[in-house]
């Protein structure tokens, strides 16, 4: 079934997409795009089974990256994981293909409230972030035909989820199963780009840093 989703609709309901980083990110996001852990990885020369476990395996803590050159750079935690549930609600993939389906895109979110609520979260709302605010127009005339859609927050399963995942759990725009989604809340979760998004500049609406709490300067 062809889907009735294009670009045309997202832009037009979603004018911008969201994107949290940590604070002192952006001269490497400048620098470098926004990179999925895989890209930073490979910009860090993370290799062998340090690599491994930082794409397919649950992260518990947040990981520091450093090179000479290059700076400071952050892989976030993956801490609202229930891996319980999460084996419980894979079809057709294993725990670690799910994590590298996870790590080998870059996320945003299509309303700001979800980014604020994961902001929010208990392991989070103590540290100073930032928002991207990206203009939705201009990043899919670039990477419009590389974006992959979720109905679901793919980073997030919590106990009492019964949501299936797998075995692809994103789906490009033009297969995405929109007449099914369109009347639910979210009708799409997140809007992802495999691999890298470059040139942030000339896509940014908005750097918003958020204080501590739930502040925002």
Known sequence: MISSLTTSVIEQRWP??????????????????????AS??????????DRERLLCQRRPEMRRLERSGVGTAWVRDNKPMNETVLRRTLVGMDVPEYYQALNQRVFFFLDESPLLK??????????????????????????????????????????????????????PISEYPWEERRGKRPPIAEL???????????????????QPGTGVS
């Open 16 to 37: 911008r997409l969201y994107h949290l980083t940590e604070i002192g990110a952006w001269p490497s996001i400048e620098r470098h795009g926004l990179l999925s852990t």
């Open 40 to 49: 930073l990885l490979d910009v860090y020369g993370v290799v062998g089974s």
């Open 118 to 171: 994961l902001r929010n979260a208990p392991p989070y709302r103590d540290r100073a972030h930032e928002m991207l605010v990206l203009d939705t127009a201009a990043l899919l005339s670039r990477y419009g035909h590389m974006v992959e859609l979720s109905p679901y927050n793919s980073g997030a399963v919590h106990p009492g989820s019964r949501i299936e995942r797998g075995p692809r759990p994103f789906l």
């Open 192 to 210: 992802t780009v495999p691999g890298e998004v470059q040139d942030v500049s000339g896509l940014l609406i908005e750097r918003r840093r958020l």
